[in-house]
């Protein structure tokens, strides 16, 4: 069976390190679950028994934006990167996590988005829930707040655009 590398970028704020595990390739899997796999009998590539890696995830379908980090440099969600697709583009079978640089790292893969979270809160980037619902047409909104509108509520606040 095919294996490949992860190389993960680990540690807590005052000590990182990088730490390798090979894998046996799976078809279809991808990021997240490679991390799980590596949960269930975390042995390094040394042969050396390992800790657990940290990392957040939420919903695994690319809706939550909560397992974001960077995959080979590139800001994304673990849980839609698959690992086939990833050794075909890169041509290689080594591949390297690590957390989001532009948030506070908690320990390994787990960063502190509340600073994102907080800033959205300033900017009220909501539609606020007053409690009235009525059956009568909105407030109109012309057709190029509309556009800017829409743009903004696809935001799924991952925070990947903030790595660029």
């Known amino acids: 069976m095919d294996k490949y590398i992860l190389k993960i970028f ?54 939550c934006g909560s397992c974001s980090m960077l995959i080979n440099g590139i800001p994304r969600q673990a849980c839609t990167a698959l690992i086939h697709k990833i050794i075909k583009q890169t041509g290689s079978h080594e591949i390297t996590l690590a957390p989001m640089t532009s948030f506070p790292l908690v320990k390994d893969l787990f960063v502190d988005r509340e600073p994102m979270y907080n800033n959205l809160k300033k900017t009220k980037a909501w539609i606020d829930a007053d409690g009235s619902h009525t059956h009568e047409f909105g407030p ?3 057709p190029e707040k509309q556009q800017t509108m829409y743009v903004l509520s696809t935001c799924m606040t991952c925070g990947c655009c903030s790595e660029v």
């Open 10 to 63: 680990r540690g807590i704020p005052d000590h990182q390190y990088w730490e390798e595990f090979e894998l046996d390739l799976v078809p279809m899997a991808n990021v997240i679950s490679s991390l799980m796999e590596i949960q269930k009998n975390p042995i390094n590539r040394k042969g050396e028994k390992s800790t657990p890696i940290a990392w957040e995830q939420g919903c695994l379908e690319e809706v």
């Open 140 to 142: 109109k909104i012309s």
